[in-house]
């Protein structure tokens, strides 16, 4: 599925609700070039530094990864795309993750997130510096939320 997902119109339009709702929250673009729809989408999926979302559902399941974070959680992108985002933390990590989240609905963004995330293979990883924001749609509906970091450290062989 990672073959050029980017030209998917499904992606496409994605891509669309990452890239503008990032500019609306933070003031400033996420890529510091933005082309047409299906390159912004090949760009932002290309790109150096992760990005994911998810729904808005009860338990929300991952909605976006792009190829660094496929890379990053060790798995494909499919597998990534039926994985409920809590399953990024571990358990003992994910009351701080709820409240993360609470505090980003709340405030639209917030670009000072570091905390432990897992893998799909269940090395763990310190990411720094993370911006999380709200996803929304043209209508100004709240229909996920988005992260975004490029620096992490692997912490294997660590514990707790």
Do not use: C
């Not at 070039?33 to 530094?49: H, M, T, V």
């Not at 991952?62 to 399953?87: I, Q």
């Not at 905390?115 to 990411?127: E, H, L, M, W, Y």
Request: charged share 30%.
């Amino acid at each position: 599925m990672v073959d050029e997902v980017w030209k998917s119109q499904l992606w496409i339009a994605h891509t669309r609700i990452l890239l503008d709702s990032f500019e609306h929250f933070l003031g400033r673009p996420l890529l510091s070039y933005r082309g047409s729809e299906i390159e912004d989408s090949q760009a932002l999926f290309e790109s150096p530094f992760v990005v994911v979302s998810h729904g808005t559902q009860d338990d929300p399941i991952l909605n976006y990864g792009n190829a660094k974070a496929v890379e990053l959680w060790e798995t494909d992108l499919d597998t990534l795309l039926t994985m409920p985002s809590r399953k990024t933390a571990e358990p003992v990590h994910r009351d701080e993750r709820a409240s993360m989240l609470e505090r980003t609905v709340r405030d639209g963004y917030i670009d000072d997130y570091a905390g432990i995330r897992i893998t799909a293979t269940g090395k763990r990883i310190r990411i720094d510096q993370a911006t999380v924001w709200n996803l929304i749609d043209s209508d100004g509906h709240r229909v996920g939320q988005a992260a975004t970091f490029s620096e992490w450290v692997m912490l294997e062989g660590e514990s707790e």
